[in-house]
């Protein structure tokens, strides 16, 4: 032993001397050496991979809750015993795998490999919680128990905060192990859009994992919906998406006219609409009895009514002074004007249009603006009109859209007027 280190110790000064060009010295060298290791010598070594740690057991999940499925896979390819049948682990005494919870337990449990030469083996099992009322109609809602075989029957019992370990004695005294988190989540809740209009249905979508209680099967959860004109409001039940997702979508439809009922709710314009779901199964630092309600808001705010888009008030009539008038002459330049105000959250392009009739009801005189009035501006608007007649008049005037695809935007003004 003491030999061969200090010739391996040699060597390397020899080496650093090569380096350094003292070939003098390479005689030394045994020449019939290769001192590299090839693929013959490499063989010899399991080397590991640091960019694939080895990990054996693999969950199909991060973390769990009380109710999931839980999903395993161990590579074992020394346990491909053959590549022409599947093979089985983990069920016998001696090299036996071990489903846990911190509280329970199955062993052994048996796992089937995946093809008849993957090496791969797959096992799952059911997590059955504990005594618990999770939906608060007094009934406990899984059922705990901590039973059955593997590789697909495996039923274990767990807390709120626990974790799922499995361990595969893959050798005698060489036991490889794997854990994952169990916990509650904190149950989320939002409406499809921020606001509805009355001809429109709401889809409420609240997430809780912990509310996926049937596997395979879809759950339900139940949403309180109430608005500030019906505090009361009512329930509405959400259906699982998927029968596995822990998704729940609700819809709710709206009345202005009759009673909250079903998934009806009677609202009012320009009400906050609200949508509340109580997580009975809420995380650490809430304690396991704790009802958490957790409650998204929207608005019901119908249509404007295109009328009430621009208010128009005020029509005068006023000399290119300014003076109001309340009569004018013939021959003289007046100006008609209103003011506008942009009732809506957005600018509106507007056309100002002034028509005047004689008393025979005949339209004398058309003319029109156009312009953009922007969010909650008030604006004056005014048109010229030299007349040229005695007599009396009507003026109106209206705010349109536009003139070639007119849609009004305001109500209408009327006013008599005299020239004399
Ligand atoms: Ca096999
Ligand atoms: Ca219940
Ligand atoms: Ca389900
Ligand atoms: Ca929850």
Redesign the pocket.
């Known amino acids: 032993m003491n030999t061969k280190l200090s010739y391996i110790f040699y060597t390397g000064i020899i080496t650093i001397f090569l380096l350094l060009g003292a070939t003098a010295l390479a005689e030394t060298e045994d020449e019939d050496e290769n001192d590299e290791c090839d693929e013959k010598c490499l063989a010899e070594f399991h080397i590991p991979d640091y960019d694939k740690p080895f990990a054996p057991i693999t969950f199909n999940k991060k973390s769990y809750t009380w109710g999931s499925q839980v999903r395993v896979i161990i590579y074992a390819p020394s346990w491909n015993q053959d590549k022409n049948k599947i093979d089985f682990i983990g069920d016998e005494a001696t090299l036996p795998i071990k489903i846990s919870t911190r509280g329970h337990f199955r062993e052994p449990y048996q796992f089937i490999e995946l093809g008849p030469n993957t090496g791969q083996f797959f096992g799952k099992f059911k997590l059955t919680g504990f005594s618990h009322d999770a939906n608060g109609d007094g009934i406990s809602d899984l059922s705990p128990r901590t039973s059955g075989e593997g590789p697909y029957k495996g039923r274990l019992e767990c807390d709120r905060n626990d974790a799922v370990t499995v361990s595969f004695e893959a050798v005698d005294g060489v036991v490889v192990v794997n854990s994952a988190p169990i916990t509650w989540e904190l149950g989320q809740i939002k409406f499809g859009q921020t606001s509805y209009k009355p001809s429109m249905d709401a889809i409420v979508t609240v997430s809780d994992q912990d509310?996926?209680?049937?596997?395979?099967?879809?759950?339900t959860v139940k949403v309180d919906v109430y608005s500030d004109s019906d505090a009361g409001g009512t329930t509405i039940t959400a259906v699982?998406t998927?029968?596995?997702?822990?998704i729940f979508e609700g819809h709710i439809t709206f009345t202005q006219t009759d009673n909250s009922n079903g998934d009806r709710l009677f609202v009012s314009n320009g009400d906050t609409i609200f949508a509340r779901y109580t997580d009975r199964t809420a995380p650490q630092p809430y304690s396991i009895e704790d009802e958490v309600d957790i409650v998204a808001q929207s608005t019901f705010s119908p249509d404007t009514p295109t009328l009430n888009k621009i208010t128009q008030q005020n029509l005068q009539v006023s000399d290119n002074q300014g003076n109001l008038l309340n009569s004018a002459e013939e021959g003289h330049q007046i100006f008609i004007q209103s003011n506008l105000v942009n009732n809506m959250e957005n600018p509106l392009q507007f056309a100002y249009l002034v028509q005047i009739k004689d008393e025979n009801d005949n339209v004398i005189n058309l003319s029109w603006m156009a312009g953009t009035i922007q969010p909650q501006q008030s604006m004056d608007v005014s048109q010229s009109w030299i007349p040229t007649q005695k007599g009396n008049y009507k003026i109106e005037t209206f705010v349109w859209d536009s003139i070639a695809d007119p849609m009004p935007l305001a109500k209408n003004q009327m006013i008599e007027f005299t020239i004399s």
């Open positions: 509310m996926n209680l049937i596997h395979n099967k879809l759950n699982e998927d029968v596995n997702t822990g």
